[in-house]
């Protein structure tokens, strides 16, 4: 690659004071300091791109999120930008199945996701068949919550299904019933597979459309690296999203670095996995292979996240542990002894417990090596947990734009005990524990700004709610080093990006407005201007 020079910006490299120039070359920062620094580099070949006085920063790093996932959300009705009230959602349904027999399409399942009932201004409840039923009885219908832990389908869909009559049972998940037994089209954590195992299986093209698709609103968003959990967005098997992305990487379509967070079903598929020398880091600096991934319980707003205790407003109610603590040590300990990363989604306090015990067992017997292992989510916590943490040595996977909405229900749902030691992201890293950033997107957008106004303000992002315990919320220096260099440790990249430093990759992004002189309640509003993978441009207007 031609040598350029990058002059005439505000370049904070992962570290204060500003700088105001850089050099490329061969996708990797050449020189990182003055102007006249840079141009002492110049040569008769290089070419010269104003900066224009913008700030630049290292290309961001969501550390946890769903890539294909997304993309195929793409392809669904958004319901997020829909969800004030049931009425809503059915009308926006309706809607769009008009729009689909318009274009002569009267086949197949009509899906969306994205609702959210504690945001309904009618009926904070779940939708439900009937509510479906309305919008079509001749079409299933399938609507996912925002935080994919739960979905709702019609009568059409359940007659598809063969359950319209009664429920199967579930170990690990639930189909929820009328008094006599009937299911009312709510199916929640691994009973969701039965309903997608009777949706059409995606072709490899058609794999590949939906990441590049997720990877162009990335680029927008001025992401450059994202860590991804992406075997179980279809009922197929791993191999074939693996050669979708290797297909990508030869055809030079990857416009994100990917560090895929291999979900597993079981000790089984990892231990052909591994056999096949699958392990974490085997691959090169666009396509590589992250942690096992373990998902352990459920989320906060539909309650199956498991609890120590009953649910403050769910008497009863402790929510779903989707795996055992003897599938915890194996798998983890299986990992461990193996070389390989573990990354474990945990979100109520009573999984914690279970999955911190299964990492201090894995611990002891390999106590020298640098693992790495860590938590996703890491939200409702108890004190001596955090510490516990610490001690371990574990990193923390977290999403501080969950802030925008939790914040509402926190207290309500897990009670003020509880509510009073979550979320504890400033905590932690005062415990020496790195903590990363990123969105669980499709589970909320991807977009970076916002989130890092939620880790700032700890409020709401339209200002309404909050500041939730604002002790805990991060400077925007830090918010800023959990998107770039803290998301490159995670993955032991903490070498080769994350930072605007001399023999790095070239990642960066240019943005709007400085961050470090936005009012805090204003950085959402920041915009991304232009994104660099290996110092070409992979977003915004061309230079």
């Known amino acids: 690659m031609k040598r350029e020079l990058f002059l005439n910006g505000k370049i904070y490299t992962g570290e204060l004071p500003f700088q105001e120039a850089f050099v490329v070359e061969d996708g990797r920062f050449l020189y990182v300091g003055s102007r006249d620094g840079a141009l002492s580099l110049e040569t008769e070949e290089s070419r010269r791109i104003d900066l224009g006085g913008n700030f630049v920063c290292p290309g961001f790093n969501d550390s946890h999120m769903h890539l294909l996932n997304y993309g195929y959300t793409l392809t669904m009705v958004d319901l997020k930008r829909h969800t004030s009230s049931l009425k809503e959602i059915k009308d926006t349904l309706s809607a769009a199945l008009r729009e689909r027999k318009e274009n002569g399409k009267t086949e197949?399942?009509?899906?969306?996701?994205?609702?959210?009932?504690?945001?309904?201004?009618?009926?904070?409840?779940?939708?439900?068949?009937?509510?479906?039923?309305?919008?079509?009885?001749?079409?299933?219908?399938?609507?996912?919550?925002?935080?994919?832990?739960?979905?709702?389908?019609?009568?059409?869909?359940?007659?598809?299904?063969?359950?319209?009559?009664?429920?199967?049972?579930?170990?690990?998940?639930?189909?929820?019933?009328?008094?006599?037994?009937?299911?009312?089209?709510?199916?929640?954590?691994?009973?969701?597979?039965?309903?997608?195992?009777?949706?059409?299986?995606?072709?490899?093209?058609?794999?590949?459309?939906?990441?590049?698709?997720?990877?162009?609103?990335?680029?927008?968003?001025?992401?450059?690296?994202?860590?991804?959990?992406?075997?179980?967005?279809?009922?197929?098997?791993y191999e074939e999203v693996l050669t979708a992305y290797q297909e990508l990487k030869e055809e030079k379509r990857l416009t994100v670095r990917i560090y895929e967070q291999a979900q597993l079903k079981d000790l089984e598929e990892l231990q052909k996995f591994l056999g096949e020398g699958r392990n974490t880091g085997v691959g090169d600096e666009l396509l590589k292979i992250g942690p096992l991934k373990i998902v352990a319980d459920g989320s906060l707003g539909s309650r199956t996240a498991y609890l120590s205790r009953a649910y403050a407003d769910a008497p009863g109610m402790r929510g779903i542990a989707l795996v055992s603590p003897k599938e915890l040590n194996e798998r983890i300990g299986y990992a461990n002894a193996h070389g390989m990363q573990a990354a474990v989604h945990t979100i109520g306090d009573g999984i914690l417990d279970w999955v911190l015990s299964a990492y201090e067992k894995a611990w002891k017997e390999f106590p020298g090596r640098d693992h790495r292992h860590g938590l996703i989510h890491c939200q409702i916590t108890r004190p001596e947990q955090l510490r516990k943490i610490s001690r371990l040595g574990l990193t923390v996977y977290a999403q501080p734009i969950f802030l925008d909405s939790d914040i509402r229900i926190v207290k309500e749902r897990v009670g003020e005990e509880l509510s009073e030691s979550s979320y504890a992201f400033h905590t932690l890293k005062d415990l020496g524990v790195h903590v990363s950033s990123g969105t669980d997107c499709p589970v909320e957008s991807p977009a970076v700004l916002p989130c890092i106004q939620c880790a700032v303000t700890r409020c709401s992002l339209n200002g309404e709610y909050g500041p939730y315990l604002p002790k805990e919320g991060m400077t925007v220096e830090e918010a800023l080093r959990s998107y770039t260099e803290e998301g490159a440790y995670a993955s032991f990249e903490e070498k080769e990006k994350g930072r605007i430093q001399?023999?790095?990759?070239?990642?960066?992004?240019?943005?709007?407005?400085?961050?470090?002189?936005?009012?805090?309640?204003k950085l959402g509003e920041i915009s991304v201007l232009s994104t660099y993978l290996s110092g070409r441009q992979v977003f915004g207007k061309p230079y």
């Open 502 to 521: 001399e023999g790095m990759l070239a990642d960066f992004v240019l943005l709007s407005k400085d961050p470090f002189e936005v009012s805090p309640e």
């Open 108 to 237: 197949g399942w009509l899906k969306g996701r994205g609702w959210n009932q504690d945001s309904f201004s009618d009926e904070k409840r779940f939708p439900t068949r009937f509510d479906l039923d309305e919008v079509s009885t001749e079409t299933p219908i399938c609507i996912t919550r925002a935080c994919g832990h739960c979905c709702v389908v019609n009568s059409k869909a359940l007659e598809l299904m063969g359950c319209s009559r009664k429920a199967p049972g579930f170990a690990k998940g639930s189909v929820d019933t009328d008094e006599e037994g009937t299911p009312n089209g709510i199916f929640r954590e691994d009973a969701m597979n039965l309903v997608y195992e009777n949706m059409p299986k995606p072709t490899k093209a058609e794999l590949k459309e939906m990441l590049l698709a997720a990877m162009k609103k990335l680029n927008a968003c001025g992401i450059t690296s994202c860590q991804t959990d992406d075997f179980t967005a279809f009922e197929i098997p």
